[in-house]
């Protein structure tokens, strides 16, 4: 058996409670990395070309309050 670490989020705010995994992170990170590389290496035909969609894992996916707690908790699989 093993284990599966996730972030647990919730927010002061309103409440909320959402989770998110390693991988989510992951991939986050490199959209915003690819965007940022767009950014840098911009042409003129760049500038049509759409920012990957990222999310902000420091806000709460419901409101957008930056008044969250992380704790991190782990599944036996």
Not at 40 to 63: A, E, I, M, R
Request: glycine content about 10%; aromatic content about 2%.
């Amino acid at each position: 058996m093993g284990k599966i670490k996730e972030t647990e989020v919730t927010c002061k705010a309103c409440g909320a409670v959402s989770y998110y995994g390693k991988q989510d992170a992951i991939q986050n990170l490199g959209k915003q990395m690819q965007n940022v590389g767009k950014d840098l290496t911009c042409c003129g035909c760049c500038s049509v070309l759409p920012n990957k969609k990222t999310v902000d894992l420091s806000k709460c996916p419901q409101c957008g309050s930056r008044a969250i707690t992380k704790t991190t908790i782990e599944h036996e699989v």
